[in-house]
């Protein structure tokens, strides 16, 4: 089942929902909305599932395949702020508005497989006027000084932290994801609303030197314009305000394409700009899921847009680039990776471990710079294997909103089915599963376990594929010459980590991978005062840091002639 679902039309009752009780309770399918409840009793997963269960401290604990899960909890906390919810619209020139032919489609909790709400099926005629309404709001906007736009993007920031709870809670219903990692997710998120509002002053062109008596040269930034971006599922918050933050310090306006699995974190954003005082036309997000492709199709050829900033697949990402050349857009794409992780025989042991569990499991693996293949050399390989799995051992898996949950679930079934085929792909060709390796049914239908493979072979999906999910392959190698040309061997090349104590072999490890992200003795790289990135089929362009900003701007060279000799001293 997918996470979001076509479905009706939107009925009046989406805005009454999320009133004040303490917890809400979702419907059943054959209602577009959720209902109110103030049950609090959480729903145990049927099945054998991982085996054995036993009671601790009141809280019932499923045992097997060495980790623990946690019993479903079919409620969520009610939002502070019930009107942050958006269901049935998008916000278009500062407006509320459904699509015009009247269509949603259904939004799913990947935990529990329940409804959320619905959110607007935006076609072309929709997303050409929003795309009219940045046009007529770019004039303006753009002659704003950088100071003005700074205050907004304050605003903005200010209302996220002081909504964050809520964000966070949206974050956790539409993706999954633990509570605490939500909570992270919404702070990391208003970050670059706070960076870029500190950015939005300090936008500085040159004075060159001329090679004609008489002429000055300088250069000026301008914003490119209306922008078109195109965000993931994976961090509803973050990947959305990653890319507002800087377009709006330029002084450009947008369209912003929410995920179909993950709209409404980011309709709750765009009710915090209108409340921060953006002015209408600004900030424009749409919805769609089965006419999607259109939708893209439409931000990538009509020539009003001048920028397309893309996260997602690189299949997609190939696709959105042919559609853009026939406007010769600016383009920034941010796609697949497949990142090594490498670990040398002097490296800090438990170092090691810890920055393997951050950069493999967090978010359950779907992350686009998770560890995706995972180095060791042979000396330590079984001991970093033996204390890897110890600490896989503790993950917790459940709905995420349940208390003492670490992981929880994929976004969808076809997430699922990738990575089962991965693991029976490595099984097949002489991998041994030693931890986990099971979908988890009595959770539910997108639950798979954190997963440990040994013996890796290069030969295997794991090693060329983009797993995007919880499972960790552990590869053997000998020599800094042999690790590297194979982490170097993939297509793409967004990041790559390694742990070693030998500062000559740290200069030379992180200049030879091939990626544009290299992490150090570290598990965790992204920073909105760093840039992000990638090379090879992972894309161009940067986002956040000093460098993320000129994304949306275009160099304007001006030379002034006849201003004479230059006077004597």
């Known amino acids: 089942m997918s996470t979001a679902r076509f479905c009706g039309t939107t009925t009046r009752a989406t805005r009454t929902i999320l009133r004040s009780p303490p917890l809400l309770k979702y419907s059943s399918r054959s209602s577009c909305l959720p209902k109110l409840c103030t049950d609090t009793t959480g729903l145990s997963g049927r099945g054998s599932g991982l085996g054995l269960k036993q009671k601790k401290k009141g809280v019932e604990i499923g045992i097997g395949r060495g980790f623990a899960t946690m019993p479903m909890q079919h409620s969520v906390p009610a939002l502070s702020d019930p009107s942050l919810l958006k269901t049935g619209v998008a916000y278009v020139d500062g407006e509320w508005v459904g699509a015009k032919s009247g269509k949603t489609f259904e939004v799913f909790d990947p935990s529990s497989a329940k409804l959320i709400g619905v959110a607007p099926e935006f076609e072309v005629e929709d997303t050409q006027k929003a795309i009219d309404a940045a046009a007529r709001a770019f004039p303006a906007f753009k002659l704003m000084t950088g100071r003005e736009r700074s205050k907004m993007l304050r605003k903005w920031y200010d209302l996220m932290v002081e909504n964050s709870e809520d964000i966070a809670k949206l974050i956790t219903w539409e993706n999954g994801k633990p509570f605490a990692d939500a909570k992270g997710e919404a702070a990391y998120a208003a970050s670059f609303f706070e960076w870029f509002s500190e950015e939005a002053p300090r936008v500085y062109g040159d004075t060159i030197p001329a090679s004609v008596v008489g002429n000055r040269v300088v250069t000026i930034k301008e914003p490119v314009g209306v922008c078109g971006l195109i965000t993931p599922w994976n961090f509803p918050a973050a990947m959305i305000t990653r890319k507002i933050g800087p377009a709006l310090a330029a002084g450009c306006t947008v369209v912003a394409k929410s995920p179909g699995e993950t709209p409404f974190t980011a309709l709750a954003l765009a009710e915090l700009a209108h409340r921060a005082g953006i002015p209408k036309?600004?900030?424009?997000?749409?919805?769609?899921?089965?006419?999607?492709?259109?939708?893209?199709?439409?931000?990538?050829?009509?020539?009003?847009?001048?920028?397309?900033?893309?996260?997602?697949?690189?299949?997609?990402?190939?696709?959105?680039?042919?559609?853009?050349?026939?406007?010769?857009?600016?383009?920034?794409?941010?796609?697949?990776?497949?990142?090594?992780?490498?670990?040398?025989?002097?490296?800090?042991?438990?170092?090691?471990?810890?920055?393997?569990?951050?950069?493999?499991?967090?978010?359950?693996?779907?992350?686009?710079?998770?560890?995706?293949?995972?180095?060791?050399?042979?000396?330590?390989?079984?001991?970093?294997?033996?204390?890897?799995?110890?600490?896989?051992?503790?993950?917790?898996?459940?709905?995420?909103?349940?208390?003492?949950?670490?992981?929880?679930?994929?976004?969808?079934?076809?997430?699922?089915?990738?990575?089962?085929?991965?693991?029976?792909?490595?099984?097949?060709?002489?991998?041994?599963?030693?931890?986990?390796?099971?979908?988890?049914?009595?959770?539910?239908?997108?639950?798979?376990?954190?997963?440990?493979?040994?013996?890796?072979?290069?030969?295997?999906?794991?090693?060329?594929?983009?797993?995007?999910?919880?499972?960790?392959?552990?590869?053997?190698?000998?020599?800094?010459?042999?690790?590297?040309?194979?982490?170097?061997?993939?297509?793409?090349?967004?990041?790559?980590?390694?742990?070693?104590?030998?500062?000559?072999?740290?200069?030379?490890?992180?200049?030879?991978?091939?990626?544009?992200?290299?992490?150090?003795?570290?598990?965790?790289?992204?920073?909105?005062?760093?840039?992000f990135g990638g090379v090879k089929e992972s894309g161009f362009g940067r986002e956040g840091s000093k460098y993320g900003i000129g994304e949306y701007q275009v160099t304007k060279m001006i030379t002034y002639g006849g201003m004479g000799t230059p006077l004597q001293k």
């Open 281 to 531: 036309g600004v900030v424009n997000v749409i919805s769609a899921l089965e006419n999607t492709p259109a939708v893209g199709k439409l931000l990538t050829t009509s020539p009003i847009v001048k920028k397309v900033s893309f996260t997602g697949s690189t299949g997609v990402g190939k696709l959105l680039m042919k559609q853009s050349s026939s406007t010769l857009k600016k383009l920034s794409f941010e796609l697949g990776g497949n990142a090594p992780f490498i670990v040398f025989d002097d490296a800090d042991l438990d170092a090691a471990v810890a920055g393997a569990i951050t950069s493999k499991f967090r978010s359950s693996g779907q992350t686009c710079v998770c560890a995706n293949r995972i180095f060791v050399q042979s000396k330590i390989y079984d001991s970093f294997a033996q204390a890897f799995a110890a600490k896989v051992k503790e993950f917790k898996v459940g709905g995420g909103y349940t208390e003492g949950v670490t992981h929880g679930p994929l976004i969808h079934d076809r997430a699922i089915s990738k990575v089962d085929a991965h693991v029976r792909d490595a099984e097949k060709k002489g991998g041994k599963v030693v931890q986990g390796g099971q979908k988890m049914p009595e959770l539910g239908s997108n639950f798979f376990q954190p997963t440990i493979i040994t013996g890796m072979t290069t030969d295997m999906a794991l090693a060329t594929e983009e797993t995007f999910g919880p499972v960790a392959g552990l590869f053997k190698f000998e020599t800094e010459e042999e690790v590297v040309k194979i982490a170097n061997s993939s297509e793409v090349g967004l990041a790559g980590y390694f742990f070693s104590k030998d500062i000559h072999r740290v200069a030379r490890i992180a200049e030879a991978l091939e990626v544009g992200m290299v992490g150090v003795n570290t598990g965790l790289i992204s920073d909105p005062a760093a840039p």
